[in-house]
T-cell receptor, first 112, second 117 residues
Framework: NAGVTQTPKFRILKIGQSMTLQCAQDMNHNYMYWYRQDPGMGLKLIYYSVGAGITDKGEVPNGYNVSRSTTEDFPLRLELAAPSQTSVYFC???????????FGDGTRLSIL | AQKITQTQPGMFVQEKEAVTLDCTYDTSDPSYGLFWYKQPSSGEMIFLIYQGSYDQQNATEGRYSLNFQKARKSANLVISASQLGDSAMYFCAMREWNGGGADGLTFGKGTHLIIQP
């Protein structure tokens, strides 16, 4: 009963490096999301997807890219990492209608 | 204007007392949902309770209830008989069904609840 699985849990990057944060869900949910949480703040939406092959921008998409080739996976790519991208990243998924979003445990990312 | 406002940055409550965490929201969409999440110090986000804008009754889930006052645009979380394990950050969030913007939740800044023995 894995739910939403995020890898890695922690990562330190140097400025200018790139990386992909992985997210997988086993609940057959069409809707998937990426959020970031800065210290002392609520979560902000980066990108979302309403199904395989369909993605769209959220509130804070700059510096990130996503893809959704399968229902299960929704990776988040950081190109040219910047210190401002130091944050905790959460992936979430939900079923249809008013179903709540289920979150992964988060990835703590530091850019130095 | 902020869509979700949580006015209590922090609260201290004695164990076994009831707790009310405030949340006000701003939307012109008649169809929306309000959610509360708990984030313990370990960092995960735990769904607690949901209220739809057309729901006639206040939502309840065990010790959690939602005091939904639609005209005042408030959706306060009530925790009855608080326990030490309730100490955590609590976030109010909203999803607008017909807002025309991004699908996803808009979160408040959270309330840090500490339960004292």
């Amino acid at each position: 009963n894995a739910g939403v699985t995020q890898t890695p849990k922690f990562r330190i990057l140097k400025i200018g490096q790139s990386m992909t944060l992985q997210c997988a869900q086993d609940m057959n949910h069409n809707y998937m999301y990426w959020y970031r949480q800065d210290p002392g703040m609520g979560l902000k939406l980066i990108y979302y997807s309403v199904g395989a092959g369909i993605t769209d921008k959220g509130e804070v998409p700059n510096g990130y890219n996503v893809s959704r080739s399968t229902t299960e996976d929704f990776p988040l790519r950081l190109e040219l990492a910047a210190p401002s991208q130091t944050s905790v990243y959460f992936c979430a998924s939900r079923g249809g209608g008013g179903q709540p979003q289920h979150f992964g445990d988060g990835t703590r990312l530091s850019i130095l | 204007a902020q869509k979700i406002t949580q006015t209590q940055p922090g609260m201290f409550v004695q164990e076994k007392e009831a707790v009310t965490l405030d949340c006000t929201y701003d939307t012109s969409d008649p169809s929306y949902g309000l959610f509360w999440y708990k984030q313990p110090s370990s960092g995960e986000m735990i769904f607690l309770i949901y209220q739809g804008s057309y729901d006639q009754q206040n939502a309840t889930e065990g010790r959690y209830s939602l005091n939904f006052q639609k005209a005042r645009k408030s959706a306060n979380l009530v925790i009855s008989a608080s326990q030490l394990g309730d100490s955590a950050m609590y976030f109010c969030a909203m999803r607008e069904w017909n807002g025309g913007g991004a699908d996803g939740l808009t979160f408040g800044k959270g309330t840090h609840l500490i339960i004292q023995p």
